[in-house]
């Protein structure tokens, strides 16, 4: 009985908290700083709900600390797809018509989106994010990633 006691006692112990490090779904927040409105004609700024009296965070110009959430709304008619290059701090952006160059793997890449379409994206590294339509690189929105600390 008491070999019984003792293995129950192992067995429920072992159900405990988590202990490598991870976090678990309760402990990661999504609600964005940012929101960022894809609509047919421009990409908009604005604060987000855990932005609001953030003195972090802006919307014109567009601003965030890394390790921040924001969103990208689509309200556009038709089907649109947004990339986005991160240039580190200090250094040139990629010119990415430069054949000779070889073109970086954007830090965002949504898809192709519809109206009504939400894409959340998670910053964890500081630097000048340069979002834009795929098909209208012209078109652009550029978001600063401040270094936390």
Not at 15 to 20: M, N, P, R, S
Not at 24 to 45: C, Q
Not at 71 to 98: K, S
Not at 127 to 136: C, I, K, R
Request: net charge negative.
């Amino acid at each position: 009985m008491l070999a019984l006691a003792v293995l129950g006692g192992a067995v429920l112990g072992s159900c405990g908290d988590d202990q490598t490090g991870q976090p678990g779904i309760p402990a990661v927040d999504f609600t964005p700083r940012l929101v960022v409105t894809v609509a047919d004609d421009e990409l908009t700024a604005s604060l987000g709900a855990r932005g609001e009296g953030d003195p972090a965070v802006s919307a014109d110009p567009a601003r965030l600390p890394e390790g921040s959430v924001m969103e990208l709304r689509f309200d556009g008619p038709g089907e649109q797809r947004v990339v986005g290059y991160l240039t580190p701090p200090g250094a040139e952006p990629a010119d990415l018509d430069d054949p000779e160059v070889a073109t970086p793997a954007p830090l965002v890449d949504t898809g192709v989106q519809r109206e009504g379409d939400v894409v959340t994206v998670a910053l964890t590294a500081p630097g000048t994010l340069e979002l834009s339509p795929l098909d209208e690189p012209d078109r652009t929105l550029t978001i600063e990633v401040t270094a936390e600390g």
